[in-house]
């Protein structure tokens, strides 16, 4: 009988006789890695003191079309904000005008990508939703209901999700689209944040690693959170005191990759913050994501699949999405740097065949679709990359490289990627 | 105009005026209903030392039908086994009869519920699963692949996700589904659980309150992880040490519910864990809460919505899936309690009309295939809740509660479940 005591001793190494990995002898030691990545964080903090690369506001940029942008405000001020509408339509109903709302189109037509600043914004074009009008009257009843219940919230300081809101009445919103699209709304009209409002999304992400920082007043170590992590908070505002001594943050799509680096403690090889959303990123990461950026100045690289939704998710958190477009300026991470997994990685790092994929007609369509937006044309290697995606039609996700074995990602991969500082 | 500065001072207080909210009046102060929650307490702790309630083992049983069950092993020992069943494959060849797989049925019909054990077990119908069969080859030769796999995560003692299997060889598996029913049969072949080969579930869960564990080595205390509270790790191996002065666990079923919790901070009103897998339970939520119950003693009450999906999703962490019955013992939790949102909880605490949703043609369906499980059936309690739910046909989720304001769940309708222990 074979031994099944599971006492055996003579276990093998692990690598004994396997085949060498690819490119594995291409590695430096990881002090000279650790170099390479020193100077990019240098020349990322270099970069945020310097004027002149400094992410400008809308207000600075000579602009020929007006647009508008939100900002934090304080649940004292959203409230006050919302007493002075609802006291400018009570004075209007009181001349005998009637109420109407003015709010901000959130439609295509005025949407405007602004090179500048790299993201998305609204322009100014605003519609009237008066109160007597066959077509508006059921929307102009939900918004002052909204602003009813977010008024509520601010007072109480407490946050709840777009479902509860819609909870509060089902027969007047009939379903969530209708108060989720007039909350949104409501943010345009106030002119704050999506987040001032204390109205937050499910959480989703989680963070591991070179990070310190105080949730609700709780101090958490991110490199003393298991392999589990730490979920990131559904409201940022009560996240705070950021420390790290990381050199970069490395943006996950997915948490099969996420945890991969997690349970081989990557983070201590290389200085760094683990952060991801689970694929869509969600506003609470996102927020996250920039606070991070934005308080630690730290380099962004992002870990995404070869396939256009992989783009598209790198584009979400560094220019924003088109729904959300009034609040780009505080949803969205400046400078974020394509690490992989890139088109011209799959022939590069000898991607087996048999673990890629053919990209379906939708994917395709999505990828041509991407070639004409702004924030893709922007960046000659990220056009050349997108294109050699749609001319080869193949795709493959992060998990590929675990053809070459399950640690290939965190041992070979990306610290081959470091040291070639092979991003764009 | 009206005051914009957000600096008024003559804030009302939140409550002032508002309509006085539905039993209210009914609550007892919080120490007499902590005097509630100890003694539930303690029936737990008294009920789990108790040898004649004590959950028995298949073993124990004196069932007329065989039935199998898998035990968790260690890595050590997974490898072992590996290479004993190869070894008597190599044998069979070398005599000349070929090789063979011998896996356990996991088909419907080789199911069963236990009454004794309140879960869901696997009977011992066996396949022969031939390499020298045009049926059988492929499905023999990913078997010998995921053994080979498996063999090598054990030996290195990592762990990946089914979708890292799945990219090891995308040319043989075709599609994940295959690797993934695979996985199970390889479990059942070796009788471990399927954590034991070490390939785990994205983590989905969150958990927070007064509850210290460590993770892969870090102390983890959740009543210091803020308002996003902490992941649940993926592997359960990595989790111990749990300690806790909690009264009791609360599962719950959504992250919108979860949040409003955690952010009231309600585990420091009434001692307890506040744990939810978002939704479906995933392996590692259920394998988190079977270990807080077995190490704690703690009752373990749900929170969940008043529709057939709740009580779905309750019997899962219950009694266990279908699919993984093969692995019950190790993923249910005994004796979970239905705390809410209970369908006579509609009526009883008058939730409005148009909070209620119509069940659809198909949720009556299920609702009437819910009647017929037996693990409905053994407890009568549930059956004349359901037989209500499906009579009335409404359904309402938790966040229905959010009619009477957002705080509702957390300051009068928990509260007032736990005073009038509305269990069962």
Request: charged share 25%; aromatic share 6%; glycine share 4%.
């Amino acid at each position: 009988m074979a031994d099944t005591t599971g006492k055996s001793k003579k276990r093998r190494r692990a690598d004994d006789g396997a085949p060498e990995l690819p490119f594995k002898k291409n590695l430096k030691p990881d002090s000279a890695i650790l170099e390479t990545l020193k100077s990019l964080q240098k020349s990322t903090i270099a970069a945020a003191s310097s004027s002149s690369s400094k992410p400008k506001s809308l207000s600075e940029l000579a602009l020929t079309a007006a647009c508008r942008e939100v900002t934090d405000q304080s649940p004292d001020s959203v409230q006050s904000n919302i007493e002075g509408v609802i006291l400018s339509l009570a004075r209007s109903i009181i001349a005998g005008n009637g109420f109407s709302f003015n709010v901000p189109s959130r439609a295509a037509t005025n949407q405007l990508y602004v090179p500048e600043l790299d993201r998305i914004v609204l322009k100014d074009k605003n519609t009237l939703r008066p109160f007597a009008n066959n077509s508006s009257v059921r929307k102009a009843t939900i918004t002052t209901k909204i602003l009813s219940l977010i008024h509520q919230l601010c007072l109480k300081n407490i946050h709840v999700t777009k479902r509860d809101l819609f909870y509060t009445d089902v027969k007047l919103f009939q379903d969530q689209t209708q108060s989720d699209a007039v909350l949104d709304d409501v943010s345009c009209v106030l002119g704050c944040t999506r987040s001032s409002l204390n109205v937050v999304a499910a959480e989703k992400g989680v963070v591991v690693g070179r990070l310190v920082f105080s949730d609700d007043g709780d101090m958490i170590d991110c490199t003393k959170m298991g392999i589990g992590g730490k979920a990131i908070p559904p409201n940022i505002d009560r996240v705070g005191d950021m420390q790290s001594d990381a050199l970069f943050i490395l943006l996950v799509e997915k948490d099969a990759a996420y945890m991969r680096l997690a349970e081989d403690r990557f983070y201590n090889r290389f200085p760094c913050i683990i952060v991801t959303a689970k694929g869509q990123p969600d506003v609470a990461t996102r927020l996250f994501l920039r606070k991070m950026k934005m308080e630690l100045k730290l380099p962004v690289l992002a870990l995404v699949d070869s396939d256009p939704y992989g783009l598209k998710i790198l584009s979400v958190y560094g220019c924003g999405s088109k729904n959300m477009s009034y609040d780009s300026a505080n949803l969205t991470t400046p400078d974020i740097k394509w690490l992989g997994v890139r088109p011209s990685d799959l022939d590069k790092y000898k991607i087996p065949e048999q673990c890629r994929l053919p990209m379906t007609e939708q994917d395709i369509k999505t990828g041509k679709d991407l070639l004409e937006e702004d924030f893709v044309k922007k960046n000659p290697a990220w056009v050349e990359e997108l294109t050699l995606m749609v001319k080869t039609k193949q795709k493959a996700e992060i998990q590929a490289l675990s053809s070459f074995g399950f640690q290939y990602l965190s041992e070979v991969y990306l610290p081959l990627k470091l040291q070639q500082q092979d991003w764009i």
